[in-house]
């Protein structure tokens, strides 16, 4: 699953690999098309940006909202470059006047008024670390709401905090040292800040080692050490799916109250 840091590396990269291209061709599709793709023709790319785990791409007035999901993957092309897959497999194709831009397997390709995407998913998500509307207050009064569920679980409500998936939510819980068992209202305020600044650290760390093409395994404490020790105390690290959200979990039960 691409997380927030992951997508937004993504987009800075797409962001600079299709600068100045305007749209001369493009093929999409998906059931998501609310307005001509036709009309993006001529229009120009102004970059590419991220609201959570959705990569928005701006044509002017409108925009395509991409969610790459598990097996999704957004390239550049120059023309004339051989491409990964056959053109039949791609879901969206924007052509250029140098370079195509082109989404496989991606299982959301949404196009519309640029106005609209980005309404749609400010009501229906979070606030985001790796965006401008960050609030620390929001993310923490959105946590709080919950009291009757796990801090395990809610953490990957995407309207609770945007852009948070397994890898993050384990690790942060870590960082909070806070079980992911434990119901939210049984959380000191203490606690909670905690989890909101370990969400803020973490997501921006990610994504600088991911925007320098580097791997995040160094950093995690927690995520996928099946059988591991834990680094700060020695312990076992316990492993098990977490209801219910059937997850894959991580916990050292020693630092994790
Ligand atoms: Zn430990």
């Given at each position: 699953m691409v997380e927030g840091p992951t997508a937004k590396a993504i987009a800075i990269k797409i962001s600079q690999k299709f600068e100045g291209e305007t749209v001369k061709d493009i093929i999409v599709k998906s059931k998501r098309v609310f307005i001509e793709p036709k009309e993006l023709l001529n229009k120009k790319f102004n970059g590419s940006d991220t609201l959570g785990k959705n990569i928005i791409l701006f044509f002017e007035d409108n925009a395509i909202r991409v969610h790459l999901m598990m097996f999704g993957s957004i390239h550049v092309y120059e023309m004339g470059e051989p491409l990964l897959k056959p053109l039949e497999r791609a879901r969206l194709l924007v052509e250029g006047v140098r370079k195509k831009l082109v989404v496989y397997n991606a299982p959301v390709v949404e196009i519309d008024r640029r106005e609209k995407i980005l309404d749609r998913l400010m009501s229906t998500l979070g606030p985001d670390p790796l965006t401008e509307g960050w609030s620390r207050e929001k993310a923490a009064e959105n946590i709080i709401r919950?009291?009757?569920?796990?801090?395990?679980?809610?953490?990957?409500?995407?309207?609770?905090?945007?852009?948070?998936?397994?890898?993050?939510?384990?690790?942060?819980?870590?960082?909070?040292?806070?079980?992911?068992?434990?119901?939210?209202?049984?959380?000191?305020?203490?606690?909670?800040?905690?989890?909101?600044?370990?969400?803020?650290?973490?997501?921006?760390?990610?994504?600088?080692?991911?925007?320098?093409?580097?791997?995040?395994?160094?950093?995690?404490?927690?995520?996928?050490?099946?059988?591991?020790?834990?680094?700060?105390?020695?312990?076992?690290?316990?492993?098990?799916?977490?209801k219910p959200v059937n997850r894959k979990t991580f916990v050292c039960e020693n630092c994790q109250k």
């Open positions: 919950f009291e009757r569920e796990k801090i395990g679980t809610i953490l990957l409500d995407q309207s609770v905090i945007a852009g948070i998936g397994n890898i993050l939510r384990n690790e942060i819980l870590f960082r909070a040292k806070v079980h992911p068992e434990r119901r939210v209202e049984s959380l000191s305020v203490e606690e909670v800040k905690e989890i909101v600044l370990a969400c803020e650290r973490l997501c921006r760390k990610f994504l600088e080692l991911k925007v320098k093409g580097k791997g995040i395994k160094e950093i995690l404490y927690v995520y996928n050490r099946y059988r591991g020790k834990c680094r700060i105390c020695g312990e076992n690290i316990k492993f098990y799916m977490q």
